[in-house]
């Protein structure tokens, strides 16, 4: 029992507050609905552009993704909770 309550604390250790985790994850899964559910709006506003989506809402967009990341970094939000996709109206596969 007590290595099973060991293991349990150690793995809370390393994922942090579980109310923190949750914020987290809805304001991940927001920001993909956002990006899925409006993609032909995204088609039409951001051809052949980066587009930076924090908390279901677009922060910044350009031409290159490194002028996304600098904009990005000027509103002090936080790069690891970012999602950033290249809108093309013809989707590529890309196999990493």
């Known amino acids: 029992m007590a ?4 293991a349990e604390e150690v793995i809370l250790g390393q994922l942090g ?5 949750d914020r987290e994850l809805q304001r991940f899964r927001r920001s993909a609905k ?5 993609h ?3 088609i039409d506003l951001y051809q052949k552009k ?19 990341w600098r904009q990005i ?4 939000l936080p790069r690891e909770h ?9 989707q590529r596969t890309m196999i990493l």
């Open 3 to 6: 290595t099973k309550m060991r």
């Open 17 to 21: 507050n579980p109310a923190d985790i």
């Open 34 to 38: 956002a990006l899925s559910s409006s």
């Open 40 to 42: 032909p709006r995204f």
């Open 50 to 68: 980066w587009v930076a989506v924090y908390d279901g809402k677009t922060k910044a967009h350009g031409r290159t993704l490194q002028s996304v």
């Open 73 to 76: 970094d000027k509103k002090g």
């Open 82 to 90: 970012i999602i950033v996709r290249y809108i093309d109206r013809n």
